[in-house]
């Protein structure tokens, strides 16, 4: 079955300390994006990726780091959670010839 | 910086109404316009969309039309029911995967 998939789910932590949410799809495509979801802010894109160890900021990069060394992974790096970054991600992925955009099913982080 | 202003924010409609929402976009580079619909706990999901060399687009009891002189662009969903209640979200890009989000319309479709 085609997806993206994200873990962990559900993350409650605490402030400064590292985690990473990992983002994996099995369809093959060039193009990965990680977005965060607050209400009333609609989604706002974090980085994106349009092909192996290429990657470009978003409209909110600050406090995120990602990397891409293999075509399928695209993890989301938090080196120092604040409070502020308490929010919904989704991953999302895209072939590079095609418009869809296929999203993972979110990952809610709450950052104490 | 780019953005995308979307309307209304809250809209209530009665079953069988018709449904506009509203999104003026920024960067005239814009050249492909989404909409998505997310249930509640949902992924976004993509219902329709358009390209800027498309005036109008539809689809069953949904339409996007494009207004690039004006940078607008709207979603018509017509006959109403109520799982069409949902949050929708356009969405403009300009190029490559670059995508800029309207915050969102909380549509009600009352039975």
């Known amino acids: 079955e085609a997806q993206v998939t994200q873990n962990p789910r559900y993350l409650i932590t605490v402030t400064g300390k590292k985690l990473t949410v990992t983002c994996s799809q099995n369809?093959?495509?060039?193009?990965m994006s990680w977005y965060r979801q607050d209400p009333g802010l609609g989604l706002r894109q974090i980085y994106y990726?349009?092909?192996?160890?290429?990657?470009d900021k978003g409209d909110v990069p600050e406090g995120y780091k990602v990397s891409r060394k293999e075509k399928r992974n695209f993890p989301l790096i938090l080196e120092s959670p604040s409070p502020n970054q308490t929010s919904l991600y989704f991953c999302?992925?895209?072939?590079?010839?095609?418009?869809?955009?296929?999203f993972g099913p979110g990952t809610r982080l709450t950052v104490l | 910086g780019e953005n995308v202003e979307q309307h209304p924010s809250t809209l209530s409609v009665q079953e069988g109404d018709s449904a506009v929402i509203k999104c003026t976009y920024s960067d005239s580079a814009s050249n492909y316009f989404p909409w998505y619909k997310q249930e509640l706990g949902k992924r976004p999901q993509l219902i329709i969309d358009?390209?800027?060399?498309?005036g109008e687009k539809k689809d069953q009891r949904i339409a996007v039309t494009l207004n690039k002189t004006a940078k607008h662009f709207s979603l018509h969903i017509t006959e109403t029911q109520p799982e069409d209640s949902a949050v929708y979200f356009c969405?403009?890009?300009?190029?490559?995967?670059?995508?800029?989000f309207g915050a969102g319309t909380r549509l009600f479709v009352k039975a």
């Open positions: 358009i390209r800027s060399n498309v």
């Open positions: 990726s349009m092909n192996v160890e290429v990657t």
């Open positions: 999302a992925s895209r072939d590079s010839s095609l418009d869809e955009q296929f």
């Open positions: 369809m093959n495509h060039e193009y």
């Open positions: 969405a403009a890009s300009p190029w490559g995967f670059k995508t800029i």
